[in-house]
C-alpha cells in the first residue's frame, strides 16, 4: 500500500495572514511543519502544495518537496485533490500546514485502520481528541465530531454537539483535529462533490463527505498538540518549543 502525505499551504489565512511564515524557533511554521510530517518516516513521500511562491521557495531552499497549485482551490482538500489525481497512491494523509507538532503515534493509529478495512468501508479517517472543558467545548474554533457505536462520524459542528439536555447522561465530547487520511478515489471525488447547505452554513468540509454518503472513521488519541490559528496559538507554540 503506498501511502504520502500532503500538506497543503495557503498564504493568505484569513485570521493569521502569513502564519505559515511565522517565525518558530528559527524555523518557520511550515517548515517545521514539513520536517515533523518527515520525521515520522511513515510515508513513502511528503509534499507541501501552495499556491504561495513564497512558501514553494520556502519548503524547495530547505531540500523538501513542494508543488504548486495549478487553479484557485476553496479549501485544502481540493488542493490536494488536484496534486495527486495522476499519482499512483492508495492512501494520502492531509496533514494541516499550521501543525507543527505534528507526531507520530496519532497518525499511525489513523493509518491502521485500514489495514482491517477488509470491506472497504472506511473512505477516509480522520482524529479527535477529548473535550472536558465547558469553554473549550462552547468554542466555536474548536469543530465537535459525535459518533455511532463503531467511532464513524455522525456530524461535525462548531456548536456544542450533543446538546447538554441531561447533563447525568455521560456523553463524551470530542474535538476535530484536521488531519485526513484519504483512499485515493474518496479524495479525488472531493472537488466534484457539491457544496450543500450543512457545509455551507458551519464552514466545515468534513460536512461535505456525510452530506454525500461517505464514511468518516474517526480515531481517539489524548495528543493535542497545538494548531497555529492565531497570534496567540503562536506565543504559546514558542513557549513549547522553548
Known amino acids: 500500500m503506498k501511502i504520502i502525505s500532503m500538506i ?4 493568505a489565512a484569513s485570521r493569521f495572514p502569513a502564519k505559515l511564515m511565522q517565525d518558530l524557533g528559527g524555523k518557520s511554521v511550515i517548515l517545521r511543519t514539513y520536517e515533523a510530517t518527515l520525521k515520522t518516516g511513515l510515508f513513502d513521500d511528503v509534499y507541501v502544495v501552495t499556491d504561495s511562491d513564497v512558501i514553494f521557495e520556502e519548503i524547495t531552499t530547505n531540500g523538501g518537496k513542494a508543488i504548486m497549485s495549478l487553479k484557485e482551490h476553496e479549501c485544502g482538500s481540493d488542493r490536494i485533490a488536484e496534486a495527486v489525481e495522476n499519482m499512483d ?14 507526531e507520530k ?14 470491506h472497504k468501508e472506511i473512505d477516509l479517517a480522520s482524529l479527535m481528541t477529548p473535550l472536558s472543558d465547558w469553554e473549550d467545548i462552547s468554542n466555536p474554533n474548536n469543530v465537535k465530531v459525535i459518533v455511532d457505536n463503531r467511532d ?24 476535530h483535529k484536521g488531519i485526513y ?8 471525488e472531493f472537488p466534484k462533490m457539491k457544496m450543500m447547505p450543512l457545509e455551507a452554513t458551519e464552514k466545515i468540509e468534513a460536512i461535505r463527505f ?9 480515531v481517539e488519541t489524548s495528543v493535542t498538540g497545538i494548531e497555529i490559528d492565531t497570534p496567540e496559538d503562536l506565543e504559546k507554540a514558542l513557549k513549547v518549543w522553548k
Open 152 to 175: 464513524f462520524a455522525l456530524y461535525f459542528s462548531r456548536s456544542p454537539i450533543p446538546y447538554p439536555r441531561d447533563k447525568e447522561a455521560g456523553a463524551k465530547y470530542y474535538k
Open 105 to 118: 503515534e496519532s497518525l499511525r493509529k489513523v493509518l491502521e485502520v485500514f489495514n482491517d478495512d477488509h
Open 181 to 188: 487520511a484519504f483512499r485515493k478515489q474518496a479524495l479525488i
Open 8 to 11: 497543503p499551504a495557503r498564504y
Open 89 to 102: 497512491v492508495d492512501i494520502v494523509v492531509n496533514v494541516q500546514g499550521d501543525e507543527p507538532f505534528t
Open 210 to 218: 456525510l452530506e454525500h454518503g461517505k464514511r468518516i472513521k474517526m
